[in-house]
């Protein structure tokens, strides 16, 4: 006889005695709550249709069991190898460690590969091994319809990695050459006190600007580090120096010498040292990490008041392909991450883009990073304190004031102008096809700037040092926009332009340079002063000196004396060198444009005194050519005479070799000069003004001035 047991309240049935052919248990499908029960969370009866179903006349749909997938799993042989192998390194290096398997336990039998809870147990230890960066969206060569184990597939792509590595060995000379021994990179660090020091500078002077660390993870990481420099995780130990050498830049060499009884050049030499060996140590050139790209960006900006444009501008395209392989330009590859790094990602790649761009006008090149092909976001309008690495969304933007305001609007404009055909026509006009805004006009470039203004510095507080940056130097730009747009539709129709097209063209070059000056002469922005000695606002002076010496009695005649003398004493009024491209090229239609003032008739009838520009020029090519005349006498060996002092000082030939420019981009001597409004570039171009023995096609304009972007 059979003894069953009652139905369980899943609806199975057990035999408990004798069971035979008919004492098989009877499996009945488990009754689960309805789907419309279980969105509402209540009680279910799990009849078909359920009283709640009838009561509201909603269909009732039974629910079913998803199926469970299986946990993915690493291969344990693989694991187990790299574990060993990360054992014997530690292990030859003296640094103690709890190691995962004990002697008995690497040779014993029971740790089979068929052994479930054996392979439990690497699973629990491996579980802070992560090969998340790796993506069926960064790995083109998987098959996107292919469930299995991706796991294989990331270790496959370790493994090549590893093999290029053990193939071609150490490579991370080519950017700064060997070295030729190996330093204790801690004994470069500064004492603790110095590092917190340095720390508040770049805090100060530099992130407010560019907004590529976050303040509140890094600081932390900082203060520790600081504590024991002798360990220090590489990537961020090459962050460190990089923020130490941009920190030195950006403060006066007085200042350092207060601050730290040394001179600036010995602390940048130091420093620099130091942040090359370890950018060598944590394998830059080969990095997927953001800190160590962030250092070398920040690197290379430090270096640049020393290193000639056409040298560093192939530098960042070093970090410029680093950032395409980490696909930071890419929204494809930035949804895969979190939205902090995501975030922090396209802060780093704006400010490599507008760094780059700079340097490639300086440089003379016509490749511009600031274009169409990528499709990076400009960054949110969110402070620092919106944002922490573990957040689980994206924060929202804010409408008023925040400490990215300045990194977040030259953004904006950047992406605006990389979008227009005016810019690719001069940059690359075979993108011109896929412009988002044709030729701007008037009234578009109005809509722009009050829209700017209206967003962000509408509750902005000028005594703050980032809103009063962010305003004045917005308005400069769109000032300069304004100009070089002006100038280059009138230089692309037959027609003349009008007296009121000369006009505007003059207010919008007097507009921009005075924000210029008010950023050069404010204490706000002092600690800002690296970042506004890269932009010299050439196109202004060059408009102004043309236009005063065609129209000498215009009604802004004496306003645009006035001005170009305030922004040339904002930047030449202590030390003007002889030997810079600015000195060599603009003094001298400066002073032409004076001398067509006095040539002209009517300066009998007019009362005016010598502005400060002419006299500041004038005292400078004296003592410029006193020192060239002792110069010359000593060489020679010989009396000096009083002819000597009658000598340009400025007819000397320039070095370099110049190629065919573009537009204002490239701010290059161009034999159609494009740029330049009708009037202003033919029979009365420079190359009219400058001595007959200075060579206009080595005279590079690209030191003066850049794109209308930043």
Aim: one cysteine or more.
């Amino acid at each position: 006889m059979q003894t069953l047991k009652p139905q369980s309240e899943d609806g199975h049935h057990e035999a408990m005695n004798n069971p035979g052919p008919q004492s098989r248990p009877v499996n009945h499908q488990r009754v689960l709550a309805c789907s419309l029960c279980q969105q509402r969370k209540v009680k279910c009866d799990r009849k078909i249709p359920c009283a709640n179903c009838v009561r509201s006349r909603k269909p009732c749909v039974q629910a079913t069991l998803a199926l469970r997938q299986r946990r993915r799993r690493y291969p344990e042989r693989a694991l187990l190898d790299r574990l060993r192998a990360y054992e014997a390194l530690l292990r030859q290096n003296n640094i103690p460690f709890n190691s995962l398997h004990s002697a008995a336990e690497k040779d014993s039998p029971d740790a089979l590969p068929g052994d479930d809870s054996h392979d439990e147990r690497v699973e629990e230890a491996t579980s802070g091994l992560s090969t998340s960066s790796i993506t069926p969206k960064e790995n083109p060569f998987r098959d996107v319809n292919d469930e299995s184990d991706s796991s294989a597939d990331d270790l496959r792509e370790m493994a090549v990695k590893r093999a290029w590595d053990q193939e071609v060995g150490d490579d991370h000379h080519l950017l700064f050459g060997p070295f030729a021994a190996t330093i204790s990179l801690y004994t470069l660090h500064p004492d603790p006190v110095q590092i917190f020091r340095l720390w508040q500078l770049y805090m100060n002077n530099v992130n407010p600007l560019l907004k590529v660390t976050h303040t509140p993870s890094l600081q932390g990481r900082v203060i520790e580090a600081a504590s024991s420099v002798t360990s220090i995780n590489p990537s961020l130990e090459a962050l460190m120096f990089s923020i130490y050498c941009i920190a030195i830049v950006s403060t006066s060499p007085e200042d350092c010498q207060t601050m730290f009884r040394a001179s600036k050049d010995d602390l940048l030499s130091n420093y620099r040292l130091g942040c090359q060996q370890a950018l060598w140590t944590c394998r830059f050139l080969h990095t997927s990490d953001r800190d160590c790209l962030t250092a070398l960006i920040l690197y290379l900006i430090s270096v640049r008041p020393s290193v000639a444009p056409q040298s560093l501008s192939p530098m960042l395209g070093i970090a410029i392909r680093i950032a395409q392989r980490m696909g930071i330009h890419s929204e494809i590859v930035l949804a895969d991450c979190s939205p902090f790094e995501a975030e922090m990602r396209r802060r780093l790649w704006w400010s490599l883009i507008f760094f780059d761009t700079r340097m490639a006008e300086l440089g003379n090149s016509r490749i511009v990073t600031l274009d169409p092909t990528w499709d990076c976001k400009i960054p949110l309008n969110v402070s620092d304190s919106d944002l922490w690495p573990d957040m689980k969304s994206q924060p929202a933007q804010r409408t008023e004031p925040t400490d990215a305001m300045f990194a977040v609007v030259r953004s904006e404009l950047g992406d605006h102008i990389r979008h227009t055909s005016f810019h690719l026509s001069f940059a690359n006009p075979a993108l011109i096809p896929i412009a988002k805004h044709g030729f701007p006009d008037s009234e578009h470039l109005s809509k722009l700037e009050q829209s700017i203004e209206d967003r962000y510095f509408g509750a902005c507080d000028q005594e703050n040092p980032l809103h009063f940056m962010s305003i004045w130097t917005t308005r400069a730009q769109l000032s300069k926009y304004h100009l070089l747009v002006h100038n280059a539709r009138a230089s692309s129709t037959s027609v003349k332009p009008t007296e009121g097209d000369y006009n505007a063209a003059a207010r919008s070059a007097i507009r921009m340079l005075e924000c210029n000056t008010k950023m050069m002469t404010s204490p706000l922005t002092k600690g800002f002063a690296w970042l506004n000695q890269m932009y010299f606002l050439f196109p202004g002076y060059y408009q102004l000196a043309q236009d005063l010496k065609r129209r000498p009695f215009a009604e802004h005649a004496q306003k645009a004396w006035d001005t170009v003398s305030d922004n040339w004493d904002a930047w030449f009024s202590t030390h003007i060198n002889a030997e810079s491209p600015i000195f060599r090229l603009l003094p001298k239609f400066i002073l032409q444009a004076w001398e067509a003032r006095e040539a002209n008739p009517n300066s009998s009838r007019q009362t005016s005194t010598t502005p400060r520009i002419v006299v500041s020029i004038n005292d400078a090519l004296a003592r410029i050519a006193e020192i060239e005349k002792n110069k010359n006498a000593r060489l020679l060996n010989q009396p000096t005479t009083d002819s000597t002092l009658n000598e340009d000082p400025m007819s000397m030939p320039m070095p370099g070799v110049f190629s065919n420019p573009t537009l204002p981009y490239g701010m290059d001597m161009q034999g159609s000069q494009q740029w330049l409004a009708p009037g202003m570039g033919s029979g009365n171009d420079l190359s009219a003004q400058l001595p007959n023995d200075t060579y206009i096609n080595q005279m590079d304009w690209t030191t003066f001035g850049g794109q209308p972007g930043w």
